[in-house]
T-cell receptor, first 112, second 111 residues
Framework: SQTIHQWPATLVQPVGSPLSLECTVE??????LYWYRQAAGRGLQLLFY??????ISSEVPQNLSASRPQDRQFILSSKKLLLSDSGFYLC???????????FGPGTRLTVL | TQLLEQSPQFLSIQEGENLTVYCNSS?????LQWYRQEPGEGPVLLVT?????EVKKLKRLTFQFGDARKDSSLHITAAQPGDTGLYLC???????????FGTGTRLQVTL
């Protein structure tokens, strides 16, 4: 069966520090991969998606970037965090052509 | 920009009551999904509807996709405390299976 992992689960970082969040998927090949950010108790905003290694599409201009160095690995990064980067970050995967997305457990990021 | 508005935003009911959550848009979606999310966890997929007018049932939950594929509803019969959570609708459009998420409905069911 397929599983998706995210780490760390929680992170507290000072303003101006770098960020690296990792997401890995097991049990499937060539997944579409997604990064979302969720404001408290609200809907999800799509940040990045990837249909293959090295292929990244950005949905909104921001202080973040994404990379996909391996088929089942998706990384969210920042060189200098802002207070507004605080939030709940979710990684998800899907099978090409199918609508269902499956989410990881999320990372709670607090920028102080 | 496609928007999915959910109503109500918050709902607090007692165990045994019925409720309906609505998800509305001016855009047409090729499919629509409902998720439930617990605090501090990722959303969990409940159902996918793809055909206009389609109705799907999952135990006490009934999902309907509008005829024009612009809206959907979720009806819960005899709500239980275990139904508590954030309910999210999401419509799929375009390539790469991109989803547009609704604004969310937070449901609390008390004894």
């Amino acid at each position: 069966s397929q599983t998706i992992h995210q780490w760390p689960a929680t992170l507290v970082q000072p303003v101006g520090s770098p960020l690296s969040l990792e997401c890995t998927v097991e049990g499937t090949s060539n997944p579409n991969l997604y990064w979302y950010r969720q404001a408290a108790g609200r809907g999800l905003q799509l940040l990045f998606y990837s249909v293959g290694i090295g292929q990244i599409s950005s949905e909104v201009p921001q202080n973040l970037s994404a990379s996909r160095p391996q088929d089942r690995q998706f990384i969210l990064s920042s060189k200098k965090l802002l207070l507004s980067d605080s939030g709940f970050y979710l990684c998800a995967w899907s099978v090409l052509g199918l609508p269902e997305q499956f989410f990881g457990p999320g990372t709670r990021l607090t920028v102080l | 920009t496609q928007l999915l508005e959910q109503s109500p935003q918050f709902l607090s009911i007692q165990e045994g009551e019925n409720l309906t959550v609505y998800c509305n848009s001016s855009s047409v979606f090729s499919s629509l999904q409902w998720y439930r999310q617990e605090p501090g966890e990722g959303p969990v997929l409940l159902v996918t509807v793809v055909t206009g007018g389609e109705v799907k049932k999952l135990k006490r939950l009934t999902f309907q996709f509008g005829d024009a594929r612009k809206d959907s509803s979720l009806h819960i019969t005899a709500a239980q405390p275990g139904d508590t959570g954030l309910y999210l609708c999401a419509g799929m459009t375009g390539t790469a299976s991109k989803l547009t998420f609704g604004t969310g409905t937070r449901l609390q069911v008390t004894l």
